[in-house]
């Protein structure tokens, strides 16, 4: 049978549709969805979540003339299915394919990237007050998780924008979820809503009841409104965000298109600050993904009849990832110091920390989508005597930039930053690589930042950060943790020394954390070919001892840095200052391997790699051009 989603080129095309033909509609988008990112990975819980909501909207409002803004853009699947992307939605997160998120580069229906949660309501409130202001006309709406609503940025949006009384929608999907189960005081309070909704349902049905008894039915109608009366103004719903300058509308079922479109028609006809509360379940429609919603939130490739994930290609011996490596060794040092406390932003799975908030709940602490305040939190307890560690992931920590600085650098305080997903992670692209984190912590005083060369080094690692006086950031990338064999004896770790691996006269090659694997790859591929290079595992990124470095470079002639993230400020050029400081007559070539000054794309991690030269032939190429030799180590076709 043929599919109305075949038929749909843009938004335009549905408003010819019954709201039943929506409906089967609403069916085929989530079989489109199941389908692609079984192959394909993403974020699937979310996406299935929001598909009637986003058929309403588009079937009231006409985008992109009325802008639409999809918070964090994971739920976003089926916009992209109805804007004229059906036909490419098979490379969804593919090198060169669809982006996982909302990309104005992509779609003029996409009206703001997004990648990061709560910018929606700030995003879209600006351009309602750009459209005031050049006096056009169009709807800005919103759509924002209730996981989302908990970030900061979130809040200080509503506190702004309710009160200008500007005509804009913040339409909230709230399915009692951020990743994991939402956290705080704001989720309660809808939850409460929730329940006064089913109150004030259930209040309709006694009145009802009640006043069609017969003679004393009027009356015990007036004693029970009487009891009622104080409980009721308690629960008046949405009193918070009618404080804040919103018209409260909800809660509604999110998955009911009947109501969903009746209700926007009519708040479509208001010219206020609206917030609209409706109700969803996330993984709406695919078994799995409802049963465990966490688990299905951002997936890898999946086996559709079991919901089971697919083995990553070519990882036939499982090897922990370095997350799991986190997870588990963070209980062993909380096992042994009381004071260790660890701290996540609404990432308790992803970055490993389950296992410790099973075991320690007293000592975990999931603050919501909250970095700045994390960090914050994270210095407040350092200052009360405790080892805070926050687990976070690279692109996330960005956000609490000011609080790394003011909170805890500035008063010195021994906070240690796990930081997952560090350099390229692969399908989420541009808005989650962890690219900048070397080059933004390298500025700051007090901070040391460490890269380990596999799970081994991780763990010591993290044993020398939770004993430090310090701040220490730790980064380590999304990605197995076996990458380097482990032999022999490893040497402690001292304050910024770095560990020689081989030595080598024609080249050195210095490489940082997970690049150490690259770096042993080019190594050897360049012995044989009869080049002697050196290599130096460089362990730390910030400080670099002078002393390890002045006798390492003794003899180089030429220097190749590698490190899985900008080289705009990156390690390499944190070496290649020192060495021009320590030895300023010694003529030194350099090359500095990393990506490259500007926003990378989305791909698998190692066509990534591959792509921007971290990879062992990328460091032959470099080490060709340096050392103007022609080495050859393609494979050569017979
Ligand atoms: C600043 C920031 N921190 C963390 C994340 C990771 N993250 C992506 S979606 C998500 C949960 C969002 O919950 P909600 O808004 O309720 O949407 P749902 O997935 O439940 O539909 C989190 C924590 C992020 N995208 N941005």
């Not at 080129?9 to 549709?17: C, R």
């Not at 460089?538 to 001892?545: G, I």
């Not at 993230?565 to 990156?570: L, M, P, Q």
């Given at each position: 049978m043929e599919r109305l989603l075949d038929k749909i080129?843009?938004?335009?095309?549905?408003?010819?549709?019954s709201v039943s033909q929506l409906r089967q509609l609403a069916e085929e988008i989530r079989q489109e969805i199941i389908a692609t990112t079984s192959c394909r990975?993403?974020?699937l819980a979310s996406s299935l979540g929001a598909v009637e909501l986003i058929l309403a909207i588009h079937y009231v409002f006409n985008c992109p003339h009325d802008k639409i803004v999809f918070d964090v853009?994971?739920?976003a699947y089926a916009h992209k299915l109805i804007t004229g992307r059906r036909q490419d939605f098979?490379?969804?997160?593919t090198l060169g394919g669809l982006a996982g998120f909302p990309n104005r580069d992509e779609s003029e229906f996409d009206c703001f990237t997004t990648?990061?949660?709560?910018t929606s309501i700030s995003s879209m409130a600006g351009m309602a007050c750009a459209r005031d202001i050049a006096k056009e006309n169009f709807k800005t709406i919103a759509l924002i998780g209730d996981g989302s609503m908990t970030g900061g940025l979130a809040f200080e949006a509503l506190n702004h924008v309710?009160?200008?009384?500007?005509d804009l929608i913040v339409v909230l999907n709230d399915?009692?979820?951020?990743?994991s189960q939402s956290v705080g005081a704001l989720s309660l309070y809808l939850s409460r809503l929730i329940t006064a909704s089913s109150y004030n349902r259930f209040k309709g049905d006694v009145e009802y009841i009640l006043k069609r008894i017969p003679a004393v039915g009027s009356k015990l109608f007036q004693t029970a409104k009487r009891l009622q009366k104080s409980a009721a103004s308690l629960l008046k719903p949405g009193s918070l965000f009618e404080e804040l300058g919103f018209k409260y509308v909800g809660p509604v079922d999110g998955h009911d298109l009947d109501i969903l479109i009746e209700t926007l028609q009519k708040i479509a006809a208001f010219r206020i600050p609206i917030l609209f509360h409706v109700l969803t379940k996330k993984g709406k429609g695919y078994e799995y993904a409802e049963a465990e919603p966490s688990s299905f939130h951002g997936i890898p490739a999946f086996r559709i009849e079991t919901g089971e994930p697919l083995p990553p290609p070519g990882d036939s011996q499982h090897c922990p990832h370095y997350s799991e490596v986190f997870g588990k060794h963070i209980v062993e040092i909380a096992k042994k110091n009381p004071k260790t406390v660890a701290i996540t932003a609404a990432m308790t799975e992803g970055t490993g920390l389950k296992e410790f908030a099973e075991k320690f709940p007293n000592r975990?602490?999931?603050?919501?989508?909250?970095e700045q305040h994390a960090v914050t939190f994270a210095a407040g307890l350092a200052a009360g005597g405790f080892r805070p560690v926050f687990a976070v992931y690279s692109t996330f920590l960005q956000r609490a930039y000011d609080q790394i600085f003011h909170d805890v650098c500035l008063q010195n305080l021994p906070v240690t930053f796990a930081i997952d997903r560090a350099g390229a992670v692969g399908q989420d692209g541009p808005t989650h690589h962890g690219m900048f984190d070397v080059a933004f912590l390298?500025?700051?005083?007090n901070i040391v930042i460490m890269a380990p060369k596999n799970g081994v080094e991780l763990k010591s690692m993290l044993d020398w950060a939770t004993e430090q006086p310090h701040p220490v950031a730790i980064r380590y990338p999304?990605?197995?943790?076996?990458?380097v064999p482990q032999e022999g004896v490893i040497l402690p770790i001292e304050m910024g020394r770095p560990e020689v691996i081989r030595e080598g006269d024609d080249l050195l090659i210095v490489a940082l954390g997970a690049m150490v694997d690259v770096g042993l790859q080019a190594v050897e591929k360049l012995a044989r070919e009869g080049v002697n290079a050196g290599l130096v595992n460089?362990?730390?990124?910030?400080?670099?001892?002078e002393k390890s470095y002045c006798r390492i470079i003794e003899k180089a002639r030429s220097i190749i840095t590698i490190e899985d993230?900008?080289?705009?400020?990156?390690f390499g050029s944190g070496l290649m200052g020192l060495i021009t400081r320590l030895k300023p007559e010694k003529a030194v070539s350099f090359a500095t391997l990393g990506f490259p000054d500007r926003f990378i794309e989305h791909g698998p991690r190692s066509a990534l790699l591959r792509k921007y030269g971290l990879s062992a032939q990328g460091v032959i190429d470099a080490a060709n051009k340096l050392l103007g030799t022609r080495i050859e180590t393609h494979p050569r076709k017979n």
């Open positions: 080129d843009s938004p335009k095309d549905l408003k010819a549709l990975g993403g974020h853009g994971h739920q098979k490379t969804l997160r990648g990061h949660a709560s309710g009160h200008m009384g500007k399915n009692e979820m951020a990743i975990f602490f999931d603050v919501g989508i909250a390298r500025s700051l005083p999304r990605d197995s943790s076996a990458s460089a362990r730390f990124a910030k400080p670099l001892d993230g900008t080289v705009a400020g990156g």
